[in-house]
């Protein structure tokens, strides 16, 4: 089946550090793979997502590359916001005719300090 | 922001009770799901459901049912409450668009304790 293994955590960063969180999948054919943020209290938004290999996706300044090869979709980010604190899951989408869901990994905590 | 609205955003009952969950959704999507979320495990999908009065089950369905009656409300129902369930359950909706794009958008949450 369908997996999805994130870093584990938590991670705390000074603000303007440098920011990876890995992303590793296990899936068969070529599913599309995404970021989620969830603020403290809120639920998951999407932060950026790419459907296939070599496609990066981007936004709010974090970027991940769908690498087919290493099986990854690792988030970076040059400079990282005390108001980047959240909570970051990866997920991948297995389209099977009627059927759609997503898998997610763990999640990792990120706390930034001012 | 998409237009999903959970409902009660907050609820504390006992072990042995009835406990129904709402979603509600604006956006017409044939897609929705319930999700719960807990520490060291992420989200794990409960139920889902593909259209009107069709649903499957999900990697933690036990203990849990749903029905949908309609396009815009998508209901969890736990018949009989047990402290494991005590969790934040996050429903969530998409278009489930071909070629595997199935972006999701997820409702606010709601606590649930269960004593």
């Known amino acids: 089946g369908n997996s999805v293994t994130q870093m584990e955590g938590p991670v705390t960063l000074s603000e303007e550090a440098f920011l990876t969180i890995n992303c590793t999948y296990t899936?068969?054919?070529?599913?599309?793979l995404f970021w989620y943020v969830q603020y403290p209290g809120e639920g998951l938004q999407l932060l950026l997502k790419a459907t296939k290999a070599d496609d990066k996706g981007s936004n709010k300044g974090f970027e991940a590359t769908y690498r087919k090869e290493t099986t990854s979709f690792h988030l970076e980010k040059g400079s990282v916001q005390v108001s980047d604190s959240a909570v970051y899951f990866c997920?991948?989408?297995?389209?099977?005719?009627?059927?759609?869901?997503?898998?997610f990994g763990k999640g990792i905590t990120l706390s930034v300090r001012p | 922001d998409a237009g999903i609205t959970q409902s009660p955003r907050h609820k504390v009952t006992e072990t042995g009770t009835p406990v129904t969950l709402r979603c509600h959704q604006t956006e017409n999507h044939r897609y929705m799901y319930w999700y719960r979320q807990d520490p060291g495990h992420g989200l794990r999908l409960i139920h889902y459901s593909y259209g009107v009065k069709d649903t499957d089950k999900g990697e933690v369905s036990d203990g849990y049912s749903v029905s949908r009656s309609k396009t815009e409300d998508f209901l969890l129902t736990l018949e009989s409450a047990t402290s494991s369930q005590t969790s934040v359950y996050f429903c969530?909706?998409?278009?489930?668009?071909?070629?595997?794009?199935?972006?999701?958008?997820f409702g606010p949450g709601t606590r649930l304790t269960v004593l």
């Open positions: 997920a991948l989408s297995d389209w099977k005719g009627a059927n759609s869901k997503l898998t």
């Open positions: 899936a068969t054919g070529y599913p599309s």
């Open positions: 969530a909706i998409s278009a489930g668009l071909a070629g595997g794009l199935n972006e999701q958008f």
